[in-house]
């Protein structure tokens, strides 16, 4: 999640909607400047259906040093430096849980014959998202990067026949997700936040009935030629079929046509 307050409320108002003994984790980024709202609104909240929730907060170093304190001085502390190469021993590890989560069978055996293949793999990838992505060619990777946002919404249409909150959640997710998109230190996950951009909007238009706008069509074609033809797995070009389709058959082909002249569909 991002690093404001208002991610804060959200995730609140979305941890009420949970079942009874949920655990949860969540990931905020840049969370250092809002370590004491994290404590006195999450880590103090008394939620009845959460049993337990884990906050990962990721920070830079000296950011983090800064602004630290409380959460020593409370021990609501764990600190992990993360490295973003991998080492022949973090591969290893990285199979490791794999393996016991069963995703090292859904794609990776695909690519690699055996155990120190795929550590191989690992190593040759270098990099903890595109193992993570790899491992299940994508399915599923995306789904919690999207959906948290819009549940809620899509919730109150199935059960009360209206929109409720889906337009605010989408709202709210749409800005983020453009905010991931578009910041620089995030490069390297571009095809995978594009794809879940995509995702999210087609199924925001399914639960609204809504028609896509040529100023939204326009970004995710201008997002979508941002990233080499070469990254492109067919899990993302199944996206760019769907979209390319779509604006075709809504007068939107105007929106489509550099991503046809680069062959990305």
């Known amino acids: ?25 969540v990931l905020f980024e840049g969370a250092s400047f809002y370590y004491n709202q994290l404590y006195y609104k999450l880590i103090l909240c008394s939620l009845f259906n959460i049993k337990q929730i884990v906050i990962i907060t990721a920070e830079n170093i000296k950011d983090h040093v800064a ?3 409380m959460l020593i001085s409370k021990n609501y502390l764990l600190e992990y430096q993360i490295y973003e190469t991998i080492s022949p021993k973090r591969a290893e ?15 990776l055996t695909k690519l690699c014959n055996d155990e120190d293949d795929i550590v191989r793999y690992i190593r ?6 595109d193992v993570l992505y790899s ?13 948290i946002l819009m549940e809620r919404g899509i919730s109150d249409y199935t059960s009360k026949k209206s929109i409720g909150y889906a337009p605010y959640y989408f709202d709210e997710g749409q800005k983020e997700m453009r905010s991931i998109i ?6 390297r996950a571009l095809r995978y936040s594009i794809h879940a951009y995509i995702d999210m909007y087609f199924k925001y238009l399914d639960v609204s009935n809504g028609t896509m706008p040529e ?14 033809g070469s990254e492109f797995d067919g899990y ?23 991503i046809k002249v680069l062959n990305y569909c």
Not at 124 to 129: A, E, P, T
Not at 182 to 187: A, D, G, V
């Open 215 to 228: 100023n939204e069509a326009s970004y995710i074609q201008n997002v979508i030629v941002k990233v080499p």
């Open 67 to 69: 602004k630290r304190a």
């Open 93 to 107: 590890l990285i199979y490791q849980k794999l393996s016991s989560k069963n995703w090292d069978g859904r794609y």
């Open 124 to 129: 040759k990838l270098n990099d903890i998202i």
């Open 182 to 187: 578009e910041n620089t230190s995030f490069s």
């Open 1 to 25: 999640m991002g690093d404001n307050i208002c991610d804060i409320q959200l995730f609140l108002e979305y941890l009420k909607t949970l079942p009874q003994e949920s655990k949860v984790a």
């Open 135 to 147: 491992a299940s060619y994508g399915k599923g990777f995306e789904n919690h990067y999207a959906d």
């Open 236 to 258: 993302m070009k199944d996206i760019i079929n769907k979209f390319v389709i779509y604006c075709d058959f809504h007068g939107l082909s105007a929106y489509c046509e550099e």
